[in-house]
């Protein structure tokens, strides 16, 4: 398989527009409280630190950009417009968190509220997309664009009730229907703006589709996804099972590592999720990990592959 770069990543995505023509068109809190900082170089695989970081637990506030991001969202549920110009800035914010000492940080919020998923895993999904495109060695200005892709990924989720979002316990068939049109909710509204944002429409219109076929939206034939989406969707299944829902407890980091690793090949691009593997890998002991949320009381049910992305 050929290298993730700038040529991957630009080829053409009229697809989008083309695979969406057919289709039918049809709040959350942010935690301004600490947040999770962990030194995670992103220096690239083959050169490691010369020696241990520190870690830390930081008293650190992304508010504004958490609040702004909510504000998006609301936007976009009352308006059906995309404030681009805020989420860019949201992604340079996060930029800056990321590198705001020698060695790169990943910052991730943590879920404090059941109905603060939405808004809480958007931003760590950004996080997580913008260090692993770093960590194969992309651009600054590509980095911001996957950041943008992964912060707007879920945005077809304001069409969902919140009622089915935070529903502690399995979905039935019609909720499950309703969950599922999301990736196609979201593409729209995102082929609706102005600027120039196909990438981003392809991410969220493809992030829940598996490389073996799987996964929803359900292609009319069969084709290969674009790299962002496949970057993005480890991300935000990584993130999604380290987080506590109203229907499970969280993950640990080993078991969701674990877990990405069996997938690989089937639901995940080999190449991406073990790029992303060596990277939480590399530098696991420089994580700090708060006891919150995040942190799992008891073994986890199992959990099958359609649903560890919701």
Same mark, same amino acid.
């Given at each position: 398989m050929s290298p993730i770069n700038r040529s991957r990543i630009s080829r053409p995505t009229s697809r989008a527009r083309c695979s969406l023509s057919s289709v039918t068109k049809w709040s959350s809190d942010g935690s301004r409280s600490s947040i999770r900082f962990g030194a995670v170089g992103l220096k690239g695989e083959t050169e490691l630190a010369s020696e241990p970081l520190p870690t830390a637990t930081i008293s650190f506030s992304l508010g504004e950009e958490v609040d702004t991001l909510r504000w998006l969202q609301r936007e976009v549920q009352t308006t059906g417009a995309v404030p681009l110009t805020e989420a860019e800035a949201v992604v340079r914010s996060l930029a800056v968190a990321m590198h705001g000492g020698r060695q790169? +940080?990943?910052?991730?919020?943590?879920?404090?509220?059941?109905?603060?998923?939405?808004?809480?895993?958007? +931003?760590?999904?950004?996080? &997580?997309?913008? $260090? &692993?495109?770093?960590?194969? *060695?992309? /651009?600054?200005?590509? %980095?911001?664009?996957? *950041?943008?892709?992964?912060?707007?990924?879920? =945005?077809?989720? =304001?069409?969902? @009730?919140?009622?089915?979002?935070?529903?502690?316990?399995?979905?039935?068939?019609?909720?499950?229907?309703?969950?599922?049109?999301?990736?196609?909710?979201?593409?729209?509204?995102? &082929?609706? %703006?102005?600027?120039?944002?196909?990438? $981003?429409?392809? %991410? $969220?219109?493809?992030?829940?589709?598996?490389?073996?076929?799987?996964?929803? @939206?359900?292609?009319?034939?069969?084709?290969?996804?674009? @790299?962002? /989406?496949?970057?993005?969707h480890v991300c935000d299944v990584y993130d999604a099972l380290r987080t506590r829902r109203p229907y499970r407890e969280a993950w640990s980091f080993e078991k969701t590592l674990g877990y990405l690793q069996e997938r690989s090949g089937l639901e995940f691009d080999p190449e991406l999720c073990g790029a992303f593997v060596r990277m939480m890998k590399q530098w696991e002991g420089q994580v700090a990990v708060l006891p919150d949320e995040r942190t799992p009381v008891g073994p986890p049910p199992a959990a099958k592959p359609e649903q560890t992305g919701v």
């Open positions: 790169v +940080m990943l910052p991730l919020l943590q879920l404090k509220e059941f109905d603060q998923y939405t808004t809480t895993h958007s +931003m760590n999904v950004a996080v &997580l997309s913008m $260090a &692993l495109a770093e960590f194969l *060695g992309l /651009s600054g200005t590509d %980095v911001r664009t996957f *950041g943008i892709a992964g912060l707007l990924h879920d =945005i077809g989720k =304001i069409k969902i @009730p919140l009622e089915v979002l935070t529903k502690p316990g399995r979905l039935t068939d019609e909720e499950r229907a309703l969950m599922n049109q999301h990736p196609v909710a979201g593409a729209r509204m995102l &082929l609706d %703006v102005e600027e120039d944002l196909d990438l $981003a429409v392809l %991410v $969220a219109y493809e992030h829940h589709i598996m490389i073996n076929g799987g996964g929803y @939206p359900v292609l009319r034939y069969a084709r290969d996804c674009h @790299p962002a /989406s496949k970057l993005v």
